[in-house]
């Protein structure tokens, strides 16, 4: 089945605990993306990747990182998460010059 | 940056009724516009899409129209059925990234 999958769906963690969102898809798409979901904001884009190896900041980069090692895998990374980072995560991807995104399930994360 | 945003947070219809939704955006840097709907507890899925130099476009009980004189973009379903409750979101792409940029949503209830 072609999907995104994300891991964990729920964590809750602590200011400044390091943590890694998992994010890979089985769709050979070279686009993945990362978004944060808050209430009355809609979704926001925090980098992307057009292909292995090139990533960009999108709208909100600020206090994230990500990786793009690999076609597949796109990880999102709070090195050191705060309470403003609490949120809802996408992970989503698209081959490459086709503007429609598959998006994964999402990830609750919460900062205490 | 290009904004795109709703009319209406939340929305009531009437099963068998037509549903439309609205969404306004603040400039013409997106060359495409989607719909999204999501489901509580899933990711966002890509209803249709309309280029920006068209007007209307028919999917499947779904109609997109872009009034591009009034940058106002509508969704409209019809014959509502209670598999259609669920947040809908427009969203403009642009640049060579594909960039999305999305509204807050608008929350459809179908009422039996």
């Known amino acids: 089945e072609a999907q995104v999958t994300q891991n964990p769906r729920y964590l809750i963690t602590v200011t400044g605990k390091k943590l890694t969102v998992t994010c890979s898809q089985n769709m050979n798409h070279e686009y993945m993306s990362w978004y944060r979901q808050d209430p009355g904001l809609g979704l926001r884009q925090i980098y992307y990747s057009m292909n292995v190896e090139v990533t960009d900041k999108g709208d909100v980069p600020e206090g994230y990182k990500v990786s793009r090692k690999e076609k597949r895998n796109f990880p999102l990374i709070l090195e050191s998460p705060s309470p403003n980072q609490t949120s809802l995560y996408f992970c989503?991807?698209?081959?490459?010059?086709?503007?429609?995104?598959?998006f994964g399930p999402g990830t609750r994360l919460t900062v205490t | 940056g290009e904004s795109v945003g709703l009319h209406l947070p939340t929305l009531s219809v009437q099963e068998g009724d037509n549903s439309i939704i609205n969404c306004a955006y603040s400039?013409?840097?997106?060359?495409?516009f989607i719909w999204y709907k999501q489901e509580s507890g899933k990711g966002p899925q890509f209803i249709i899409d309309i280029r920006s130099n068209m007007d209307k476009r028919q999917g499947q009980r779904v109609t997109v129209l872009l009034n591009k004189t009034v940058k106002h973009l509508s969704l409209q379903i019809a014959a509502t059925q209670p598999g259609d409750s669920a947040v809908y979101f427009c969203a403009g792409v642009s640049g060579s990234a594909r960039q999305l940029t999305f509204g807050s949503g608008t929350q459809l209830t179908v009422l039996p």
């Open positions: 400039n013409s840097a997106s060359d495409y």
């Open positions: 989503a991807s698209s081959p490459t010059g086709n503007h429609e995104q598959y």
